[in-house]
């Protein structure tokens, strides 16, 4: 799992940059600040292990570096379980628009291999669809219920931005939804 991590977050943040990871389990949120991805790799690792975790997430855009809470050139390379997490104001610039694709189900419950299979496929259709209109190819993920695609961008994070982001989402949403 660490080689597939230490790749996966090279490709999307840079040397350095803060990346918060969440852990959640039912009773609680594991949450750290790591400028050192290999620490981050380290405190991960166990957390991937344990079976009452149910998710782990990282930041895909720029956190401020003030939110490693241990200095601007340091990280916190222990998840606490109460910490607080990162907020929109904390991000400083959007480096990935994230399209997840998942099936409609109940909150809670996994999709079938069937639901999976058709999530996976109506990504590739999206991503084709975003081709044709220019954009490069995205980073692909398998999330295990569905897909993620994740497209480079460089915006601010203002309310501008935001509703760009917004909008291109409802749009997407509105083209490919999966309710059948």
Request: glycine share 10%.
């Amino acid at each position: 799992m660490d080689g597939l991590l230490r790749e996966a977050i090279a490709r999307i943040a840079g040397p350095g940059q803060v990346v918060e990871v969440r852990a959640l389990t039912d009773q609680f949120t594991h949450s750290g600040y790591f400028s050192d991805h290999d620490a981050l790799v380290r405190s991960v690792e166990p957390l991937d292990a344990d079976g009452s975790v149910h998710g782990i997430y990282v930041t895909l855009n720029v956190v401020n570096p003030a939110c490693s809470r241990a200095g601007r050139t340091g990280s916190r390379c222990g998840l606490g379980k109460k910490d607080s997490t990162t907020s929109d104001a904390d991000i400083l610039r959007r480096r990935w628009l994230p399209i997840d694709i998942d099936p409609l189900r109940p909150s809670g419950v996994s999709s079938t291999d069937e639901e999976h299979g058709l999530a996976l496929a109506k990504a590739d259709e999206i991503a084709r669809w975003i081709a044709g209109l220019g954009f490069p190819d995205p980073v692909r993920a398998d999330s295990g219920n569905g897909a993620h695609l994740l497209y480079r961008i460089d915006l601010p994070n203002d309310e501008s931005a935001t509703a760009l982001v917004k909008a291109w989402l409802t749009t997407l949403s509105a083209f490919f939804s999966m309710s059948g």
